[in-house]
């Protein structure tokens, strides 16, 4: 099981980039994805998440309005569409798997169960 997260870069605020999570080993049926991220000097964040299974997804009031999550089963890829971007959202981002058969709701694994698998992060830079 690997995840390969990718899509970071410099970008101005109010910018845009779409981080992508490629999956190789597994494929995306009944699997909960998310997103999360880490400031230096700040706590590991909980961003967003789906479920591969339904496409219920989950934001953190932090970037909910602005980011949009969504799944490419076919590719066994999830994107992470950040919109207006600010200078607080600079942070590396991971993504993470783990196997939702159950069709519990993403933010359980998000915010409190966590995921078994995870991929290498992506710098997001965003400039004032």
């Known amino acids: 099981v690997q995840l390969q997260a990718s899509g970071g870069g410099l970008v101005q605020a109010g910018g845009s980039l779409r981080l992508s999570c490629a999956a190789s080993g597994f494929t995306f049926d009944d699997y909960a994805i998310g997103w999360y991220r880490q400031a230096p000097g700040k706590e590991r964040e909980g961003v967003s998440g789906i479920n591969s299974s339904d496409g219920s997804t989950y934001y953190a009031d932090s970037v909910k309005g602005r980011f949009t999550i969504s799944s490419d089963n076919a590719k066994n890829t999830v994107y992470l569409q950040m919109n207006s971007l600010e200078p607080e959202d600079t942070a590396v981002y991971y993504c993470?798997?783990?196997?939702?058969?159950?069709?519990?709701?993403?933010?359980?694994?998000?915010?409190?169960w966590g995921f078994g698998s995870w991929g290498q992060g992506t710098l997001v830079t965003v400039s004032s």
């Open positions: 993470a798997a783990e196997v939702n058969d159950r069709d519990y709701e993403c933010d359980v694994f998000l915010l409190r």
